[in-house]
């Protein structure tokens, strides 16, 4: 199973950005996914799990201004930021908690990661 993510960019406070993600391998079905980040002399942080029902957590410095969606189909998340700040600035990975592929289970799978910066 690979993940592919993009979306990351140069955006000024207040402004938006959308990454998405997209699983690809012999899929079966994925339970978790989820986005990451981590910014410089620090350790990597949760942003935001989407569950295959649909059940969404985010770290409290996101909520409200950051959405996490997938595509069951399609084997994408998506995570739509809003209101982004300076403090939003670091490299974002996306994650597979948990995935049915043919061969059976397998967990904690990363993407490359995708920067964002945000600053004026």
């Known amino acids: 199973v690979q993940l592919q993510a993009c979306g990351g960019g140069l955006v000024q406070p207040g402004g938006s950005l959308r990454l998405s993600c997209a699983a690809s391998?012999?899929?079966?079905?994925?339970?978790?996914m989820g986005w990451y980040r981590q910014a410089p002399g620090r350790q990597r942080e949760l942003v935001a799990l989407?569950?295959?029902?649909?059940?969404?957590n985010y770290a409290d410095s996101v909520k409200g201004r950051f959405t996490i969606s997938g595509d069951n189909a399609k084997n994408t998340v998506y995570l739509q930021m809003n209101s982004l700040e300076p403090e939003d600035t670091a490299v974002y990975y996306c994650?597979?908690?948990?995935?049915?592929?043919?061969?059976?289970?397998?967990?904690?799978?990363w993407g490359q990661g995708t920067q964002v910066t945000v600053s004026s």
């Open positions: 989407i569950m295959r029902g649909g059940n969404t």
């Open positions: 391998g012999s899929i079966l079905s994925i339970n978790v």
């Open positions: 994650n597979i908690g948990m995935v049915l592929t043919t061969r059976g289970y397998e967990s904690d799978l």
